[in-house]
């Protein structure tokens, strides 16, 4: 084998081709040498292993290139790993955040109510639910003609009188009644006829209803057959309190028969829940709770039983079915919202470490 073959630089002495065998250890052989580089990637490497600086930068181009071979799987794998312990300690986080704005949701905005009995019908027929609006009196009065919910204590019923609680009673209440602890009171749906003030009287000559001498025209909500009232009366509704009477007024216990009750059969204002606003069960039965027309009548504004007895319309909460839905589609966002930041947080840390 020739001088150059064996790594001997051309034009070398014959006789000093065994002692150049050898690289000289100061000398660093590979790419890097103008001298020595070119020759030891010829045939003098065969057959000896290839220092990594031999391998030439080509070699360490086409191993960037390749893609993601058997030495890349453990690592996806430990991605993948990674992932789903992520998303499972999402779901306890998601859990909690749904518990909590359902609890919210039902405290504070809205809850499903069931119907049990008759005393509403037709506007209201037994085991329907219906949604009521507890923020609605925050922004505005009650008004005549409303579908009101209210807590009967105190004044229909043996109890205290309800009375407006701080934020952290309330919630601690809203959460052991969803769940069927605690006491929510004796809870009431009817129509609100009289608001403070009003002169509620029954019945004129034509045997219609009056409030403040205006007639009210009833056939829209009324039962149908039922007169507005067989029971006589004549008040002026109090400060702060409200007359209200059921739409099927021959089987309804409402503010009639409460005349001799703390009040004299009305209900402090204090004691309302919220307005029922909808209707969202069956589908079939779905429909929005307007006021009806003869409570819009500018004049009411400007001017000074059944065989088994009357029925209460007490109402039960419909269950924590529907604010806990109302909690998780509230909490699908706000998690994954949480988790983007929280994300993006960890990747500016790991960029500047």
């Given at each position: 084998m020739s001088g150059a073959g064996r790594g001997v630089p051309p034009g070398a002495e014959p006789d000093e081709g065994v002692a150049s065998a050898a690289p000289d250890h100061d000398q660093p052989v590979g790419p890097d040498n103008p001298e020595n580089g070119a020759e030891t990637s010829g045939p003098a490497a065969e057959g000896q292993p290839e220092s990594?600086?031999?391998?030439?930068?080509?070699?360490?181009?086409?191993?960037?290139?390749?893609?993601?071979?058997?030495?890349?799987?453990?690592?996806?794998?430990?991605?993948?790993?990674?992932?789903?312990?992520?998303?499972?300690?999402?779901?306890?986080?998601?859990v909690a955040v749904a518990l909590l704005l359902a609890v919210v949701i039902k405290t504070y905005a809205v809850q499903a109510f069931f119907i049990p009995s008759g005393s509403m019908e037709n506007t209201l027929e037994i085991n329907d639910r219906v949604l009521v609006n507890k923020l609605v009196y925050d922004v505005r009065s009650i008004h005549r003609g409303d579908i009101?919910?209210?807590?009967?204590?105190?004044?229909?019923?043996?109890?205290?009188?309800?009375?407006?609680?701080?934020?952290?009673?309330?919630?601690?209440?809203?959460?052991?009644?969803?769940?069927?602890?605690?006491?929510?009171?004796?809870?009431?749906?009817?129509?609100?006829?009289?608001?403070?003030?009003?002169?509620?009287?029954?019945?004129?000559?034509?045997?219609?209803?009056?409030?403040?001498?205006?007639?009210?025209?009833?056939?829209?909500?009324?039962?149908?057959?039922?007169?507005?009232?067989?029971?006589?009366?004549?008040?002026?509704?109090?400060?702060?309190?409200?007359?209200?009477?059921?739409?099927?007024?021959?089987?309804?216990?409402?503010?009639?028969?409460?005349?001799?009750?703390?009040?004299?059969?009305?209900?402090?204002?204090?004691?309302?829940?919220?307005?029922?606003?909808?209707?969202?069960?069956?589908?079939?039965?779905?429909r929005f709770l307007p006021i009806p027309a003869t409570f819009e009548q500018a004049q009411l504004s400007t001017s000074s039983a059944a065989a088994d007895g009357p029925l209460p319309a007490r109402l039960e909460p419909a269950g924590p079915a529907l604010p806990l839905s109302f909690g998780f589609a509230a909490a699908i966002p706000v998690t994954w919202l949480q988790r983007r930041v929280r994300l993006r947080v960890a990747r500016r840390r790991a960029d500047r470490s």
């Open positions: 990594p600086a031999a391998t030439g930068p080509s070699r360490a181009a086409k191993t960037a290139e390749k893609p993601d071979g058997p030495a890349s799987g453990p690592r996806h794998g430990r991605r993948r790993k990674r992932k789903k312990r992520s998303f499972w300690r999402e779901v306890p986080i998601l009101v919910v209210f807590n009967g204590d105190g004044s229909w019923d043996p109890g205290s009188v309800p009375v407006d609680t701080n934020f952290a009673v309330k919630f601690a209440d809203g959460f052991a009644s969803m769940f069927g602890f605690g006491h929510p009171g004796d809870i009431l749906i009817k129509r609100v006829i009289g608001l403070p003030g009003d002169h509620v009287a029954c019945c004129n000559a034509q045997g219609q209803l009056t409030v403040n001498s205006v007639p009210l025209s009833e056939q829209s909500y009324l039962y149908p057959g039922d007169a507005p009232s067989e029971a006589r009366f004549n008040i002026v509704v109090p400060p702060g309190r409200l007359w209200v009477m059921g739409d099927h007024r021959l089987i309804s216990d409402d503010s009639r028969d409460h005349m001799g009750d703390p009040g004299g059969g009305t209900v402090p204002e204090s004691a309302v829940v919220g307005r029922a606003f909808v209707i969202i069960w069956p589908p079939s039965r779905w």
